[in-house]
């Protein structure tokens, strides 16, 4: 079956970076985009970007334009997001999500457990 | 962007009684190449990520109980549960898709009458 799962809890300080990871298994990587979508305490989601991992293409939102990162190691079938200068306001759970399909607009079908980001001084 | 705005922000319904929820988008997400609208509806548990029930507006995902549907067009969308059961409280998310960036409603928090 389909399983995104990310990597573990993380602590930063402000202005720090931090990158996390999403191994993928049950399907053909390079068949689907991977979108990032982080979530605070008690809010909505919030959607970061996509990354197509055949080509490695990828798109962010403007809030993130300059902070944010997304690769792949299509070896590992893993997907990474960095996020750099990192502030107290990006405390929040982040999660990789598949979409239904590489390129064109779609939903997501499958998503990783979440990855606790907690940026403190 | 296009801003998803759900309505109620809180909803208590009794057991076996309809929930409706309501979504209004900033602009249309009905394509006219298509005829579809890039609307999707999410369920979201405690401790759990988001989990896709509804997309192109009204097709419900592989899996999902029948009692789910939605409905609406271009600008006003809603999410219905015909009969509530006790697993069915939580929250539930609309995201449009139709253009970037993907932007999600604020939440529905549905409660037990």
């Known amino acids: 079956q389909v399983q995104l799962v990310q990597s573990g809890a993380e602590v930063k300080k402000p202005g720090a970076s931090v990158k996390v990871s999403c191994q993928t298994s049950?399907?053909?990587?390079?068949?689907?985009?991977i979108n990032w979508v982080r979530q605070a305490s008690g809010q909505g989601p919030e959607w970061m970007g996509w990354?197509?991992?055949?080509?490695?293409?990828?798109g962010y939102a403007q809030m993130f334009q300059g902070r944010v990162t997304l690769t792949r190691d299509t070896s590992i079938r893993t997907a990474y997001m960095e996020l750099s200068s990192l502030r107290s306001g990006d405390t929040a759970i982040y999660y990789c999500?598949?979409?239904?399909?590489?390129?064109?607009?779609?939903?997501?079908?499958?998503w990783g457990q979440g990855t606790l980001v907690t940026v403190s001084s | 962007d296009i801003v998803m705005t759900q309505s109620p922000d809180s909803l208590a319904v009794s057991l076996g009684e309809r929930a409706t929820i309501n979504c209004k988008s900033s602009?249309?997400?009905?394509?006219?190449?298509?005829?579809?609208?890039?609307l999707a509806w999410y369920q979201q548990k405690p401790g759990q990520p988001p989990k896709v029930l509804i997309y192109w507006a009204s097709t419900r995902e592989s899996g999902v109980p029948d009692r789910f549907s939605g409905s609406g067009s271009g600008t006003d969308f809603t999410l219905t549960i015909s009969s509530l059961q006790a697993e069915d409280v939580t929250v539930y998310y609309c995201q449009q898709y139709y253009s970037f960036p993907y932007t999600f409603g604020q939440g529905t928090k549905l409660e037990i009458k």
């Open positions: 602009q249309s997400v009905l394509s006219s190449s298509n005829n579809k609208n890039y």
């Open positions: 049950g399907y053909t990587f390079t068949n689907y985009d």
């Open positions: 999500a598949r979409a239904i399909a590489a390129g064109g607009s779609n939903w997501f079908d499958s």
């Open positions: 990354m197509n991992p055949n080509s490695g293409n990828t």
